[in-house]
């Protein structure tokens, strides 16, 4: 709990300085606080170039941030969150402390010269660093590492977006991948930590200011259900089309990496002369569009600019997250959807902002998957709790139908892409790429669903397994039955009409014959028993058994 607060406090203090970079180098770069906020005006440092400084911006940023993280620390390069992640999953939450200085500044360089990037990614990096950096120094365990990692992260975004709720969310959910009450005491206190320091520098207000919204009409519910789903296609859409434009610029760049943030600021700095709104950010813009000052035509095309110059920035080597990207995505097909839905619908549609800010989580929640941090986010981050029910709603759509369209995430697409699957082994292990099917024991032999409590007590204890597969009177699949379900029914209703295995049997998360054994330790350590089935994928039938001792014998094998 100390290293909490201290892991918070280190947060807090580095979002501080990180967000006076951003601020510094906007002004050196633009000439304004927020470009964003003046589209289209010129730099008063070179008032010369007019509007066409935001040409030079790009290149000018790109030969400083460029060499920087070429030189000192490459995983410093692009959003930040998977390799976060990566480390916790398969590093044991290492992570070099040059990362905290090198993402500050390669961070606040890429958007000070207009990079379309959020600032959310690199302060889950720099807070993680810090976090990790302080578990090298005390010799922490490498659970209490990864935990002082999360609480890192944690304490980054409650310092920066003034959402302690949603930086532990965000820790557990996507950082940790788990809920439990010591990770939610740490990170809470770590993020408690980082907001009393954000809260001194920034102030206690909320971090956008969004006009009131209230749903007056029931049939909105339907509208916002419907946006939701939209939402996922588009959030799955921004996912692909980042990681299709870094493929585009991988295969057209030859040159050496340090110069290609440079060159491709060319490119960027086309883009913004075209849209200047997609400068930095961007949350001026998205304030704007929430209180309905576009038209639906230009909402639109502020979409499409920003995933163009996000994906772009991210492609020609720049640092910056996707967090608030996705909320300015989100922002624009809201608001375009609801100037829509009222065109249709004049007198039940409701406010355009109130979809604007449902389609803000909608499209985080399609592209991250994390419905529990984009509904907190959401609340936080713009102070409205009138909005809540709708926006649970189009939220936990959004994230269904996302897991339909896609296996993976924006952040774990990035890994996959490098061959990396954060539930598969980590390179170098000693065990984890075997399959199961040649690694499992025999199959215990199955008990009937028809067998009684009592009976099953006996062939139970006897079995050295504390579980065992159940079949039907056809020798189909039904599940297992754990020793400790039979013992606490036949404690509960000793005097009663024995019951049968089959009504206690439940099955367990399947594991197949063709799974890494990697994957499928999650579901042994999650077992009741001391093993779990293992199925032929072809049928579904128990051909094997997968138990502690199997695994530790793999680990034997491959010594």
């Not at 008063?44 to 911006?57: E, T």
């Amino acid at each position: 709990m100390a290293l909490a607060v201290v892991v918070g406090a280190g947060a807090g203090a580095g979002s501080v300085v990180f967000r006076w970079c951003i601020t510094t180098f906007t002004r050196f770069f633009s000439g304004h606080t927020d470009y964003a906020a003046s589209p289209g005006a010129g730099n008063p440092h070179v008032p010369w170039l007019g509007p066409y400084f935001v040409l030079l911006a790009p290149v000018v940023g790109g030969l400083l941030y460029g060499p920087l993280v070429h030189r000192f620390a490459k995983e410093a390069r692009g959003h930040g969150v998977p390799e976060v992640m990566l480390a916790v999953a398969q590093r044991g939450g290492r992570i070099s402390p040059k990362v905290a200085v090198v993402k500050t500044l390669a961070s606040a360089l890429t958007i000070g010269s207009g990079g379309s990037v959020g600032r959310e990614g690199p302060i889950v990096q720099i807070g993680a660093a810090l976090g990790a950096t302080l578990g090298r120094v005390t010799r922490a365990a490498e659970g209490r590492m990864k935990l002082l990692v999360a609480c890192g992260a944690a304490g980054g975004i409650a310092a920066t977006f003034n959402a302690p709720l949603a930086g532990v969310f965000f820790a557990m959910e996507l950082i940790l991948g788990t809920f439990s009450a010591e990770a939610f005491g740490a990170t809470v206190l770590a993020g408690v930590t980082a907001s009393v320091i954000g809260r001194a520098a920034f102030g206690d207000v909320a971090f956008l200011a969004l006009p009131a919204f209230h749903v007056a009409h029931f049939t909105q519910y339907g509208l916002f259900a419907l946006l939701g789903v939209i939402a996922a296609v588009v959030g799955v859409g921004f996912s692909r089309v980042l990681y299709l434009v870094e493929d585009v610029c991988d295969w057209a760049w030859r040159g050496p990496e340090w110069l290609r943030p440079a060159v491709g600021g060319l490119a960027l700095g086309l883009v913004l002369l075209a849209l200047p709104e997609m400068y930095g950010v961007g949350y001026p813009v998205l304030e704007k569009a929430t209180e309905g000052g576009y038209a639906a035509g230009f909402l639109l095309l502020l979409l499409v600019g920003k995933v163009l110059a996000t994906s772009l920035t991210i492609g020609i080597g720049g640092s910056g997250g996707v967090f608030a990207p996705s909320l300015f995505i989100g922002a624009m097909l809201g608001a375009a959807y609801g100037a829509g839905v009222n065109h249709l619908l004049p007198g039940t549609a409701g406010s355009v902002g109130a979809y604007a800010l449902v389609g803000m989580g909608a499209v985080f929640a399609g592209a991250s998957r994390a419905p529990i941090t984009a509904v907190v986010i959401l609340f936080e981050l713009t102070g409205e709790y009138s909005i809540i029910l709708p926006l649970m709603l189009a939220i936990v759509l959004a994230a269904a139908v996302s897991k339909l369209l896609t296996r993976d995430t924006v952040y774990t697409l990035k890994l996959r892409r490098r061959g990396i699957d954060l539930d598969g082994p980590a390179p170098g292990a000693r065990i984890g790429s075997q399959r199961v099917g040649s690694v499992m024991d025999p199959l215990p032999s199955p008990l009937p669903a028809a067998t009684e409590l009592a009976d099953a007590a006996d062939r139970l204890s006897l079995s050295g397994y504390g579980a065992l597969p159940v079949v039907d009177a056809s020798g189909r699949y039904v599940g297992v039955v754990t020793a400790r379900a039979v013992a606490e029914a036949l404690a509960e209703q000793p005097d009663a009409v024995p019951a049968v295995v089959g009504q206690l049997a439940e099955p367990p998360a399947p594991v197949t014959t063709d799974q890494p054994l990697a994957q499928a330790l999650h579901t042994l350590l999650s077992a009741a028993g001391t093993g779990v089935p293992v199925l032929d994928p072809a049928h579904g039938r128990p051909v094997g058994w997968l138990s502690h001792q199997s695994a530790l014998r793999a680990v034997h094998e491959a010594a």
